[in-house]
């Protein structure tokens, strides 16, 4: 069955979005212990291109199916996860790319490089690092793992938090500042 991209995000209201959020069952790796642990021999670059054995996965539905494998342990290390295995995969910096931001009835919606879709809140936080001059944002996806917003969604999200007068956004009652401490 070919995999099927949801509709421009723009395209999409607070509500749609939440049915497709609804609708996509993911596995439930924060559940799963397997006996097994290993090496994935894989890396996500920073810029969210995905390795296998130094070659570059071509595949967007192989992608997104590993991604829906990922998580991150508190000490930073990130895993793909099945019932029977763990094995450890590199990542550069952040395991997916925030590509796109809309504000629809006071929240945040962002559209990943794997076309998963993220509303920012309490469970899905947003956090900055770096300084004021290189600043570094971050949304928090699933188990633990994270993405990181590319540069036009970084200035989306300002030009939002700039259009209510501060470099602070809300979403689902949430306020998150966008200055490096």
Not at 70 to 86: C, F, N, S
Not at 156 to 173: D, K
Request: proline share 7%.
């Amino acid at each position: 069955m070919p995999y099927e991209p949801p509709p421009e995000l723009n395209a999409l209201s607070l509500a749609q979005v939440a049915d497709l959020l609804a609708a996509r069952k993911l596995p439930p790796v924060a559940d799963w212990s397997p006996r097994i642990t290993g090496d994935s021999e894989m890396t996500i670059r920073a810029d969210g291109r995905w390795f296998h054995q130094g070659g570059e996965i071509q595949r967007h539905a192989m992608v997104r199916a590993f991604a829906s494998l990922i998580l991150r342990e508190a000490d930073g290390r990130h895993w793909l996860v099945t019932p029977v295995e763990k094995l450890s995969i590199e990542v550069e910096d952040a395991a997916f790319i925030a590509v796109d931001v809309r504000q629809d009835e006071g929240s945040l919606v962002f559209r990943l490089n794997t076309d998963d879709l993220v509303i920012a809140g309490r469970e899905h936080p947003i956090r900055v690092e770096g300084d004021p001059e290189t600043p570094a944002i971050y949304l928090g996806v699933r188990n633990g793992a994270e993405a990181r917003l590319n540069r036009s969604t970084y200035g989306q999200l300002v030009e939002i938090a700039l259009a209510g007068g501060e470099l602070a956004v809300s979403s689902q009652g949430e306020t998150f500042g966008l200055v490096p401490s």
